[in-house]
């Protein structure tokens, strides 16, 4: 995974945090979306304890779904093979 440099100062990353969560808000619109939405979470997870411990459990629940799924696929190839 590649690193993404945030602004030092937490008041920078707040506001740019926000200004992509209220961005996201107004992805129906042209230009913004609904991609900025969780960018601006991630985002905000950096200072915020409450949004980090959300990110965290978000990220646990997709890697096991993730590896469930790879998983089945592995054995339905094995099964075909057998």
């Known amino acids: 995974m ?6 030092r100062s937490r008041l920078g990353r ?6 992509l969560v ?3 808000i ?3 619109m042209p230009v913004l979306g609904f991609w900025m939405l969780p960018l ?3 985002i905000l997870s950096v200072d915020s304890p409450w949004i980090r411990r959300r990110r965290r ?3 646990v629940w997709w890697l096991r779904k993730w590896r ?3 998983e089945a696929k592995a054995a339905r190839r094995r099964a075909r093979g057998a």
């Open 2 to 7: 590649g690193k993404v440099r945030l602004p």
């Open 22 to 24: 209220l961005g996201g």
């Open 14 to 19: 707040l506001c740019l945090g926000w200004a």
């Open 57 to 59: 459990r978000v990220t």
């Open 68 to 70: 469930a799924r790879a």
């Open 26 to 28: 107004l992805g129906f």
């Open 40 to 42: 601006g979470l991630a």
